[in-house]
């Protein structure tokens, strides 16, 4: 019996593969999140540099 379960064992685990995940995208979405963070934080930057100029200048 401990034979027989050795042996289903070993084949399941030789043919057995791990299930794709999708993980290899992970670095392109983080890339793309910072590009899009840094984009968001450029445009509120710019904008109150926008505004402070035009309130001092008036």
Same mark, same amino acid.
């Given at each position: 019996? +401990?034979?027989?379960?050795?042996?289903?064992?070993?084949?399941?685990?030789?043919?057995?593969?791990?299930? +794709?995940?999708?993980?290899?995208?992970?670095?392109?979405?983080?890339?793309?999140?910072?590009?899009?963070?840094?984009?968001?934080?450029?445009?509120?930057?710019?904008?109150?540099?926008?505004?402070?100029?035009?309130? +001092?200048?008036?």
């Amino acid at each position: 019996m +401990h034979a027989l379960l050795a042996r289903a064992t070993t084949r399941l685990t030789a043919s057995a593969q791990l299930a +794709h995940t999708g993980a290899s995208s992970t670095t392109w979405l983080i890339a793309a999140g910072g590009v899009l963070l840094t984009a968001g934080g450029t445009a509120v930057w710019a904008g109150n540099r926008r505004r402070a100029a035009r309130t +001092h200048s008036s």
